[in-house]
Structure formats: C-alpha cells, structure tokens
C-alpha cells in the first residue's frame, strides 16, 4: 500500500524555521517528482514548490522564492522542505505528493499528482 507521511509540522513565530519532511513508501517513486503543496484556511490548495528526479529541475511558488528549500534523498526515498523567514501567511497544512510522470508537478499541476499524505499543519503567529 502507498503512502506518503509528512511530519515537522508545528507553531512557530514570524521569522521562525520549520523543517517537514516526508516518507514515501509502499511502491518505487524511480522517476517521479516529489512535491509539496498547501492549504490554508478558506482557501484552495496551492503549490508550493517541486522537484525531479534527477534533482536538476526545481520549480518553487513566487510567494516562498528564497525563503523555501526543497530536497529529496532518492536512497531513502523521501523530500525534505526547509522553510526560513516563516511569515503569518504561510500558514497552512501542507501536503507532499508524488508525480509518477514528473511532469504536473514541476508545472504546479494539483490535479496531476498520483499520490498524496495525508498533511501537516503549520501555523506561523505574528
């Protein structure tokens, strides 16, 4: 059985770091892009940012460029999200997902995603 469990989630004030990870298992991911998404209260979920396989080509969201970091460690099958300089807004409950084809992801396509976790919350106070 598939599954992708994220964990790091947590309260943290403006400026803060938070670092959430996820751990997929269940089949290969050989090939796939990993990415994460979010969603805030009231609203649709959004993309937050993706990577290959090969971990050459990342897309990120304009709204977390030069404050997010995303990683994947193929070995372990699992991707990491470094967040900095954590602002009210991006609080959410984030999502990480898996693209067999590689292709939705980097495009920020939700709707292409194979495989989802279940989330984590995170919630950034002012």
């Known amino acids: 059985q598939v599954a992708l469990v994220e964990s790091g989630g947590g309260l943290v004030q403006a400026g803060g770091s938070l670092r959430l990870s996820c751990a997929a298992s269940?089949?290969?991911?050989?090939?796939?892009?990993m990415g994460w998404f979010r969603q805030a209260p009231g609203k649709e979920r959004e993309f937050v940012t993706c990577i290959n396989w090969s971990t050459r080509n990342i897309t990120y969201a304009d709204s977390v460029k030069g404050r997010f970091t995303i990683s994947r460690d193929n070995t372990k099958n699992t991707v990491s999200l470094q967040m900095n300089s954590l602002k009210p807004e991006d609080t959410a409950v984030y999502y990480c997902?898996?693209?067999?084809?590689?292709?939705?992801?980097?495009?920020?396509?939700?709707?292409?995603?194979?495989?989802w976790g279940k989330g984590t919350l995170v919630t950034v106070s002012s």
């Open positions: 269940g089949r290969t991911f050989s090939g796939s892009a």
């Open positions: 997902a898996a693209d067999l084809g590689g292709s939705s992801c980097i495009m920020g396509h939700s709707n292409g995603m194979d495989y």
